[in-house]
């Protein structure tokens, strides 16, 4: 079988000596920078503020200004620039509010580009639109509602967009002030089975290593992931990892071509010629990832290529891993992860080889109905190779959204209390001690959970700061009905969204929130590498727009006033003393008061010296179940009903149900902002498919197709793509129509976002 190595042939060496990639496919970084300062234009003064003094509210790599901890000089991405307009546009005129005939056309792009929501507005039932309310008129009715309303009844949810760990801190201190633990973000929709495996495994839930630790490491190997478009600032980091000799190492079904080749805008050597990022890429197939490690453990163990030591006096559980993946069968294991036994081989060759080596995932491991024993899986490799607590070595759950680590850390989850503590009796006793009033002992509901319960009819009043679950979650069309379930729906935003136009049954209130940059006394963001950023308060007014977490504040203050003292939390420095408090691990975050100010809790490395949080001490293997044929159970019995087609291992034909994921394009969350993906080329509606299997269907370049199954049908076109071939990549949110509900990962709540589907030409 031919290598995984990535060869560069001739041409490939003729085009990077082409100086800035002239004639072939990249980002145009410059001419994109020169556009945005060019849409800046109206407030230049303030959007050089925002970049020179704030911290990046793009993905969690974590910038302040123009400087990093990482690496020495300026740099600065296109992600942060593409979110820019979001903190300088102005507010749209309000009357535009009136009637809702008028912007129902409107797609979300065109939604943001109307500029800020400035005034709290209402919709009452059967009006054709929102019209203007006082603050006093919005908390009135607010919290007439939550008073009256059973807390198992309501529910809180918070996104990631621009949120701050001070917003999360006062969002579940007030929740629970008003007696429900139904609150949870965003972070359960992409990382939460990071978090459920890393906890049992070893007793922490976030990256155990610093982004430092890329460089030198034998291996950077990402599973599942595509940093080059969803965090643009660690190409750089591979960058200057590979001068050190770094070997990157792609697992993922499509060869992404960022990963591939990316020019860094802020590396003069880059920006002209060009970085190859990846040097190894192993195709597996969408959901055999645990398969593919399985195989690769057995040959590990079969050769005891693993660090015995390390095994032998810091972990438990390895007989039982060791037992089951003798039991498999390497034909097995080819069949689930599209990859074979040599393919397995030459993958636990580059570990045998490596001394060091620091393991990413990232959303292509984690949302899948067994996304957590996935992530257990990559966690069973790393401790096999002790690639844990020790310089240049880590296991790196990477995340996409700013400060999304610090929501379930400051307790904004239904599953947990602030510090990622369990919600039982013994913890809900102690939270109530320090705030001096009672919390519930009972688990919320979680984000998916929360729509189920608006569509059921159980849920009265739902309050969304940020986020769209109608852009977010599968079946758009079950949302949109959930969302319409609701009596009172409450989104505090800085922009509009189409969720906010679908009708509640009595009322839906929007109101204008101030951007993080704008928060009074400044905020907080936590990194991937765990390190706690202050970002200044930089003024600006747009309307009547507040603070986030006063908005919350004064919500809950105006639900319970004789008690409303009990809040604390009057400012964001006595906030940010409380949260000392309350998450011993952030203490020392009360004195950050300056741009570049930061603390990394845990230091460098976490389970440093091989010391894990655990109850015993030691990190804990544990053998997973492979998934049947790679599917959800929901989706194995579906198939097994009677004149439906099985799911072959390879190829296609008329009948193939093909395996479909769903990738990110040019785009924050579900922000797009290009109808072209510059990475690839690919346009929204792109069906992304191996050349050989659109051969045995006789597709050509932009053929028009249907992707159909029993839930839904999604048309688009054929874009021929190095993938695994029996699989498919449609852009998210859009792909969502095939996506089925109620399909989670077990132990966190996450929904798969993949789905099986035949092709029909158009």
């Not at 891993?321 to 397995?344: T, W």
């Not at 959970?449 to 608006?454: I, N, P, S, Y």
Request: one cysteine or more.
């Amino acid at each position: 079988m031919p290598s995984h190595e990535i060869k560069r042939d001739w041409k490939a060496r003729l085009k990077s000596a082409v100086p800035f990639g002239l004639g072939q496919r990249k980002p145009k970084h410059f001419r994109y920078m020169a556009a945005i300062a060019w849409e800046n234009r109206d407030n230049l003064p303030y959007a050089w503020k925002v970049l020179s003094r704030g911290v990046c509210d793009g993905c969690a790599l974590g910038v302040a200004g123009f400087h990093d901890w990482t690496i020495e000089g300026i740099h600065l991405c296109m992600t942060r620039l593409n979110l820019l307009r979001l903190n300088t546009m102005p507010a749209f005129d309000v009357s535009l509010l009136a009637d809702l005939s008028k912007l129902r056309n409107l797609d979300n792009a065109q939604l943001r580009e109307l500029g800020r929501l400035a005034y709290p507005v209402l919709r009452e039932k059967n009006a054709p639109g929102f019209h203007r309310i006082s603050w006093d008129e919005a908390y009135q009715r607010i919290s007439a509602k939550l008073r009256a309303t059973d807390p198992k009844r309501f529910a809180f949810f918070l996104t990631a967009r621009g949120i701050t760990n001070e917003v999360y801190y006062v969002a579940q201190k007030a929740a629970r002030f008003l007696g429900t633990n139904n609150v949870d973000n965003a972070a359960r929709l992409c990382h939460a089975p990071s978090t459920a495996a890393m906890k049992h495994a070893l007793g922490v839930a976030a990256t155990t290593c610093s982004y430092k630790d890329w460089y030198g490491t034998d291996l950077v190997i990402f599973f599942g992931a595509n940093p080059a478009n969803d965090q643009p600032l660690a190409t750089k980091y591979l960058h200057e990892a590979k001068k050190l000799g770094t070997k990157v190492v792609m697992v993922n079904p499509y060869r992404e071509p960022g990963m591939d080749r990316y020019w860094v805008p802020s590396t003069p050597s880059s920006a002209i010629f060009g970085t190859n990022i990846a040097d190894y890429w192993f195709p597996v197939a969408i959901g055999g990832d645990i398969a593919f490690l399985c195989g690769v453990l057995k040959i590990l163990l079969d050769r005891n290529w693993v660090n015995r030591e390390f095994i032998d006096d810091h972990t438990t559980g390895f007989q039982d891993l060791k037992f089951q993946i003798s039991n498999f069968k390497f034909d097995d294991l080819e069949a689930q992860a599209g990859l074979s036994r040599s393919s397995m081989e030459e993958f636990a060759e580059l570990l045998h080889r490596a001394k060091t080596g620091v393991l990413v995932w990232s959303m292509g491991i984690t949302q899948h109905a067994f996304g957590g024993d996935a992530v257990q899986m990559i966690l069973n490799l790393g401790l096999l190779k002790g690639f844990v607590g020790r310089d240049k070595c880590g296991l790196m759950p990477i995340r996409g959204h700013s400060s999304v680590q610090g929501g379930a850390e400051m307790g904004a989850y239904s599953t947990a209390f602030p510090g990622g503590k369990p919600i039982n009796a013994e913890n809900a006793a102690e939270l109530s001690k320090l705030y001096g009033f009672p919390i519930p002992d009972w688990p919320g509901l979680t984000a998916p959970q929360m729509v189920e319960a608006c569509h059921r009819g159980t849920l009265d009043l739902l309050y969304c700061l940020g986020g769209n679950f109608l852009r977010t979650l599968p079946e758009p069309d079950y949302v949109r009905e959930a969302l319409a379930n609701v009596p009172l729906r409450v989104h505090q935003d800085i922009i509009l969204t189409d969720q906010m136009f679908i009708p509640a049954k009595e009322e839906v209130i929007l109101l204008p929130a101030k951007t993080r940059y704008e928060q009074d006394d400044g905020n907080t963001e936590t990194s991937t590498e765990r390190r706690i950023m202050f970002s200044p308060e930089i003024p600006r007014q747009v309307g009547e727009a507040r603070a986030e977490w006063k908005i919350l504040r004064d919500i809950a203050a105006a639900v319970h006033p004789e008690r409303a003292q009990l809040l604390g939390c009057e400012t964001g420095w006595k906030m940010r003393e409380e949260i000392a408090r309350a998450v011993p691990f952030y203490d020392g975050i009360q004195n950050l008061r300056e741009t570049g100010d930061a603390i990394q809790y845990g230091g460098a490395h976490l389970c440093s010296n091989f010391k894990f949080a655990t109850p015993d001490g030691k990190a804990h293997f544990r053998a997973v179940p492979l998934p049947e044929n790679g599917m959800h159970e929901v989706e194995r019995k579906r198939q097994a009903q009677p004149g439906l087609p099985t799911a072959p291992a390879n190829g296609s034909n008329g009948s193939t149900l093909f395996k479909v994921s769903t990738r990110r394009g040019k785009q924050f969350n579900s922000l797009i902002y290009a109808e072209i993906d510059p990475l690839n080329g690919a346009p929204r509606d792109a069906v992304l498919i191996n050349p050989d299997d659109a051969a045995e269907l006789h597709l050509i370049q932009n053929d028009r197709i249907a992707l159909t199954n029993d839930l839904g049908r999604y048309e688009g076109r054929v874009f021929l793509a190095p993938i695994a071939r029996g699989n498919l990549q449609i852009h998210w949110p859009e792909g969502n129509v095939i996506i089925r509900r109620g399909v989670i990962e077990p132990a966190s709540g996450v929904p798969d976002y993949n789905a099986k589907a035949k092709i029909e030409k158009i």
